[in-house]
């Protein structure tokens, strides 16, 4: 997954999540006026919450019309909404890397029966 069409760019991976993660938690603190990060986080997880939902719908019109270029830049800022939600959340890259190595090799079937299952044992 590398970029090699930009000339003195670093390779880019998953592991930019990971770099993306310590930035916004490295501006967790900021000055809000300098900051979009900051202002961000300083409105809270309900608003943050808000806004990774209003770019998940961005990015699926985009897919839906085939937008492709444009389903990458929101895409993108999904992702960073994401991370800004983790963070505040208390949620790091690491748990969700985690998570997604226990579901590698199983079927998606099986992990929503499985979801199902916990949600009826919970109700009671």
Avoid: C
Avoid at 5 to 28: C, H, M, Q, Y
Avoid at 31 to 44: E, F, H, N, V, W
């Amino acid at each position: 997954m590398g970029n090699n069409n930009k000339k003195d760019a670093p390779e880019l991976d998953g592991r930019i999540l990971d770099r993306l993660f310590a930035v916004v938690e490295s501006r967790k603190n900021a000055d809000p006026k300098s900051s979009y990060t900051a202002k961000l986080m300083q409105r809270g997880l309900p608003k943050v919450a808000q806004k990774v939902g209003e770019e998940a719908v961005e990015a699926l019109i985009e897919a839906v019309l085939g937008r492709n270029g444009k389903l990458a830049q929101e895409s993108a800022d999904l992702l960073y909404h994401l991370t800004v939600l983790w963070a505040l959340a208390g949620v790091t890259p690491d748990e969700v890397w985690d998570a997604l190595a226990d579901r590698e090799g199983k079927s998606g079937l099986e992990l929503k029966a499985a979801k199902a299952r916990a949600r009826a044992e919970a109700r009671g």
